[in-house]
């Protein structure tokens, strides 16, 4: 896509973060006719799906329901991408349900680039139209606030440095770690909870800002037997081949980890393209997590899926528990740490992929697979690595609803409770699901219900014109787990677009929205009308 060069100095919308939330949130403000500047710190839109590298994780009915029109719409335009331009075979081209990678983590595993065509294809009409401001390569760096509103944003070019200043009616914070909540004064939790705070029953005793899920920098690798792709020996990798932690039943290079919902340790497998056929996988985490067998548990692309001799090697992508990083938070340590923890973070994971070429028992009875290929040519960039660590984590929104445990466990609710909102705005499903954090916590992997988005859980108590778009919304550490997910990011982002058009269009406030039963079902019809579903039918949690 063309990036204009020229920053308009106001705007109806301002998103800083281009994520999936981010892109979601300007798609809405878009089609309701409004202005927005869009910013993005890489070059690649889409954050989670694309400069993060990590296909969707979602909850088992996604090709029935539980989504919104408009994120079917981008899982469509990757299936639509794949049978129109890849090599499929006839089998694979016929399904309604590709999987083009025919990975086990999602119904929809792909690459990267994939998804950044379908996002770019679906703003592209906004910026041709010049409702639509998109600046990659730009993030915010300072707010100016006036009492309990945010009225412009400091954005820099993190290239030059150039600085531009944007005020707006309206501001979403869709950064990965809710930056702009930090330079805009916006009362945020970071971190941990006390079990205190909400009675959460795996809420630690006290509470730790610093005590925060791990992030992962992912890669893509293809395999080619005979081949010689082995790089050189990381910087850090005696450190990192020798560290073993306290909760781990292994050195953290090694096949053998816990399992993140019993704790127990389980073996990992890791055959490269093996021969089965991948029409036959079946991708469904509540019967099976599918975290077993490496290579496939994150293929995005299928060797077998298309034509003899199209492609010589699947493509995987690891983001294993292998190079989950957690030894330095990343959010709310300051700068220099939180480079430190990215930096160390992709020295894990290029030691990983030595390990893996030189060292992994392979099943032969050999060690190392030397014919692993890193692939920079799926994550866009020189080194191989992706362009920004996956961050599960970020700073949150004191909200006017703050989710608990309470709302959605299954051990406290049962299999068809959950709290059911007045003001739900959205839906989504998945386990609460915390890696391993920086605060020295294994896993934390607890069942949990198909739960509704509160449209409190996107108010900030007190700022009147920020909105949240991502994972910053009003969850606590421990639910972060389960509405950290793609299509949740998207459902949040597209309402937040939604709400801000729908406030400039009447006249009022968010709060007000909230808060009065005839505006909220104003704005409910038109989510209704958009294809935002609200409420869940009779499923079963997991």
Not at 28 to 53: K, N, Y
Not at 414 to 422: D, F, L, Q, S, V
């Amino acid at each position: 896509m063309t990036v204009p060069t020229a920053t308009p100095a106001e705007t109806d919308v301002l998103i800083t973060g281009g994520g999936v939330g981010g892109v979601a949130a300007a798609l809405a403000a878009c089609r309701a006719g409004r202005t927005v500047v869009l910013t993005e710190e890489t070059d690649w839109i889409g954050g989670q799906l694309t400069s993060q590298a990590v296909p969707p994780d979602e909850h088992p009915w996604v090709e029935e329901f539980g989504v919104t029109a408009s994120y079917r719409a981008v899982r469509e335009g990757i299936r639509d991408h794949y049978r129109r331009w890849y090599p499929l075979r006839a089998e694979a081209l016929g399904l309604d349900r590709l999987n083009p990678g025919a990975g086990r983590v999602s119904k929809l595993c792909h690459e990267p680039r994939v998804a950044l065509t379908v996002l770019d294809s679906m703003l592209a009409p906004h910026v041709a139209a010049g409702r639509l401001t998109l600046l990659t390569h730009t993030r915010p760096v300072a707010a100016e606030t006036d009492g309990d509103l945010v009225r412009a944003v400091t954005v820099e070019d993190v290239r030059d440095g150039d600085r531009h200043t944007v005020s707006a009616a309206y501001v979403v914070d869709a950064t990965e770690t809710g930056e702009l909540l930090e330079l805009a004064g916006v009362e945020h939790a970071l971190g941990a909870e006390s079990r205190a705070e909400f009675d959460e029953p795996h809420a630690p005793e006290t509470a730790d800002p610093l005590n925060q899920q791990g992030i992962t920098v992912c890669f893509a690798l293809s395999h080619h037997e005979g081949e010689h792709h082995v790089i050189d020996r990381p910087a850090d990798y005696t450190f990192w081949r020798s560290y073993r932690p306290d909760f781990w039943p292994g050195p953290l290079l090694g096949f053998l980890a816990p399992d993140p919902r019993s704790l127990a340790p389980v073996p990992r497998t890791f055959e490269p393209n093996p021969d089965v056929d991948p029409l036959g996988v079946d991708a469904d985490q509540s019967a099976d997590a599918g975290d077993k067998e490496l290579w496939g548990f994150r293929r995005i692309l299928a060797r077998r899926l298309h034509r003899p001799g199209a492609f010589d090697s699947d493509i995987t992508l690891v983001n294993w528990p292998l190079n989950d990083y957690w030894l330095k938070p990343l959010v709310g340590a300051g700068k220099e740490t939180a480079r430190a923890a990215v930096a160390e973070a992709r020295q894990l994971s290029l030691s990983v992929l030595y390990w893996l070429q030189t060292e992994a028992p392979r099943p032969d009875g050999g060690t190392g697979f030397p014919g692993l290929r890193l692939r920079p040519d799926v994550t866009g960039t020189a080194d191989g690595l992706a362009k920004a660590p996956y961050v599960r984590e970020a700073r949150r929104i004191k909200a006017v609803t703050t989710v608990t445990e309470h709302d959605v466990a299954i051990d406290l609710v049962g299999p068809y409770g959950g709290t059911r909102h007045r003001d739900s705005v959205g839906v989504g499903g998945y386990r609460i699901d915390l890696h391993p954090s920086t605060g020295g916590d294994n896993y934390i992997d607890i069942g949990s219900v198909p739960f509704e988005i509160p449209l409190g859980a996107l108010l900030p108590r007190r700022v009147r014109n920020l909105l949240p778009a991502g994972k910053n919304i009003g969850t606590t550490h421990i639910t972060n787990g389960c509405y950290r997910l793609h299509p949740v990011e998207w459902n949040v982002g597209e309402v937040a677009g939604a709400l801000a058009a729908h406030c400039l269009e009447e006249g009022v406030r968010p709060h007000q929205v909230q808060e009065e039963d005839k505006r909220l079902a104003e704005f409910t019809r038109l989510l209704d009308r958009a294809g935002v579903q609200r409420h869940w039918p009779d499923v079963r949690g997991y």
